[in-house]
């Protein structure tokens, strides 16, 4: 399964809507997708599993939703700090690819 | 809380070994995996594979030829070795606690390791 995220870039203000896109090429069984957050020189941090499940600690700002090969994360409401590079990744066995990312950067 | 940790500078052919540090808990305290995940500028966030405390391997089919993930349970480390590497194995790594098969539910700092010619 390969994983495409658009847009590249999406420019916003804090404030705005956030929506993150990532298809797959084929169908994502047992809503293994996830989406992680990266800043720079920083790790990535787990945002969302199973399609929507938060990670502890992750604000309710941040949701995740879809099925099949289409998925979305949307951050309701830019903060400052969320200004940053977005992955969606299909895991579970044997798997784990990533998408290319998406740069969520200020307007 | 994991730490990576080994050479940052490999030869081409060469073989790669890092060693991650877990601390704050035992690595056999539960039934996570723990595993390795790449960031190259050319192939972005690359999953390399998982180990269990028992010692089960899982493994990205495109890499599992040339590498090896092992276990020290009595010293809380787990270890990569990735052999006969190229200038494509050039890549921050980055081992991680995983809840599951290549979800990375929180991650050491990375270790940036370049492949010289």
Redesign the interface.
């Known amino acids: 399964i390969v994983l495409t995220q658009s847009p590249g870039t999406l420019s916003l203000s804090p404030g705005e809507r956030a929506t993150l896109s990532c298809r797959a090429t084929q169908t994502i069984k047992d809503n ?1 997708l ?1 989406w ?1 957050q990266q800043k720079p020189g920083q ?4 945002l969302i ?1 199973g399609v929507f499940r938060r ?1 502890t600690g992750i604000p309710d700002r941040f949701s995740g939703s879809g099925s099949g090969t289409d998925y979305t994360l949307i951050i309701s409401r830019m903060e400052p700090e969320d200004f940053a590079l977005y ?1 969606c ?1 299909h ?11 998406t740069a969520v950067d200020m307007k | 809380h994991l730490q990576e940790s080994g050479p940052t500078l490999v030869k081409s052919s060469e073989t790669l070994s890092l060693t991650c540090t877990v601390s704050g808990g035992s690595i056999s305290g539960s039934n996570l995996y723990w595993g390795w ?1 790449r960031q190259s500028p050319g192939k ?4 390399i594979g998982d180990i269990q405390a028992s010692g089960t391997t ?4 495109y890499l599992m030829s040339r590498v090896m993930i092992s276990v020290d349970t009595s010293k809380n480390l787990f270890f990569l070795k990735m052999v006969s590497v190229t200038a494509a194995d050039t890549a921050i790594y ?1 081992c991680a606690n995983m ?7 929180d ?4 270790i940036l390791v370049t492949v010289s010619s």
């Open positions: 293994f996830a992680y790790s990535p941090r787990l599993y990670a992955f990744q895991y579970g066995r044997s798997r784990g690819a990533f998408g290319p990312g | 995940i972005g966030l690359q999953w899982y493994y990205n089919p980055f809840s599951q098969i290549a979800l990375a539910a991650w050491g700092r990375g």
